[in-house]
């Protein structure tokens, strides 16, 4: 079927057709791009959800963005390698450094609601380590 076969387009895509494929292609740039093998090496114990849902949301709005996207610099969800370094420094230390914010991610990590609780619990996440 064509545009032109529906009677009410006249053969135009018309204002609100137009509104609405624009608004399907900025949902579909707005995707998560597809895991490269880099990004699924996460162990069994980072790849599970936190059972908290109030975390689970603070980690998809305040983390996510930049801890499952590979390229922004983050060291990535579960990549024990890439945060072995930091956590030789301690967990009080890894705390205070998302308090402070470091490289690109602002002071509390976009999670100026997150209690010192709360991002310990979300820094074990992010290096999966089983809570």
Not at 25 to 34: E, F, G, M, T
């Amino acid at each position: 079927m064509f545009c032109s076969d529906i009677p009410c387009h006249h053969g135009r895509l018309g204002a609100w057709g137009l509104f609405g494929a624009t608004a399907l292609l900025s949902l579909a740039a707005c995707s998560r791009p597809a895991e490269t093998p880099a990004t699924t090496s996460a162990s069994v114990a980072a790849s599970a959800p936190l059972a908290d849902m109030r975390l689970a949301g603070l980690y998809d709005r305040a983390c996510a963005s930049c801890h499952e996207v590979t390229g922004t610099g983050a060291p990535q969800h579960g990549d024990r390698q890439a945060w072995a370094p930091r956590e030789a420094a301690g967990v009080p230390a890894l705390v205070a450094s998302v308090r402070q914010g470091k490289g690109a991610m602002p002071p509390m990590g976009w999670c100026p609601e997150c209690s010192d609780d709360d991002l310990t619990t979300l820094i074990a996440h992010l290096r999966g380590v089983p809570q």
